[in-house]
Structure formats: structure tokens, C-alpha cells
Nanobody, 126 residues
């Protein structure tokens, strides 16, 4: 079993920064996770892809966050982070951490990801 727990959400003013973290906990035995990603969902909107990172470190980003957000992971510490800079109100929503054992990359639609966290809320408002 795998549990993903996000943290770091909160209220930030436009132009501000937040750093989200996702900790992976294994029960019953540890195994390699290949693809990990961050997704977000705003009220009344569908879930959308934010950023993904593969076990080897290769990354991809949604065009809406590229250049402002940075994803990283530490496979030894079972930790993934999302540094979010220059936030705007359109970035607000619940951010979810996700992981897949065998996928080559985190898919834009999130289908096929094996594990999901419960999310952390990001609010961008003055």
C-alpha cells in the first residue's frame, strides 16, 4: 500500500510564493515509483495537470505554470515538492499529489496514476 500526503498549502497574495510537499509512505514493502505529478482542481472546474516528474528527474509542466513552478523529487526521502512562484488567482485550487509505478510520465488527464493524495488547498487572494 502507498499513502501520499500533501502539505504546504495556504493563503498567499498575488505575486507570492508557496512550496508544496508530498510525502510517500509505503506499508507492506517499498517499491519504485516511476512517474509522479501534481494536479489541481479549482471549484467548479475539472482537475488539471500542473507538473510531472519521472524517477530519473525529467520534468514537464503545464504551459500555464511553466517558468513559474518548479517540481523536484528525492527518491531516497520519498519526497516530492512543487515550488510555486508569482502566483495568481488562476492558480488557486486543491493541489493533489499523484504517483504511478509503471507509467513513463504523468498523463495530462491523470488517467492511469495509481495513487492519489487527499490534496492541499491553495488560495491566492489579496
Amino acid at each position: 500500500q502507498v499513502q501520499l500526503v500533501e502539505s504546504g498549502g495556504g493563503l498567499v497574495q498575488p505575486g507570492g510564493s508557496l512550496r508544496l510537499s508530498c510525502v510517500t509512505t509505503f506499508t507492506g514493502g517499498r517499491f519504485n515509483i516511476n512517474a509522479m505529478g501534481w494536479y489541481r482542481q479549482a471549484p467548479g472546474k475539472e482537475r488539471e495537470f500542473v507538473a510531472g516528474i519521472m524517477r530519473g528527474g525529467s520534468q514537464d509542466y503545464s504551459p500555464s505554470v511553466n517558468g513559474r513552478f518548479s517540481i523536484s523529487r528525492d527518491n531516497q526521502q520519498n519526497l516530492m515538492t512543487l515550488q510555486m512562484n508569482n502566483l495568481n488567482p488562476e492558480d488557486a485550487g486543491v493541489y493533489f499529489c499523484s504517483a504511478a509505478r509503471y507509467l513513463n510520465k504523468a498523463p495530462v488527464n491523470g488517467r492511469g496514476m495509481d495513487y492519489w493524495g487527499k490534496g492541499t488547498l491553495v488560495t491566492v487572494s489579496s
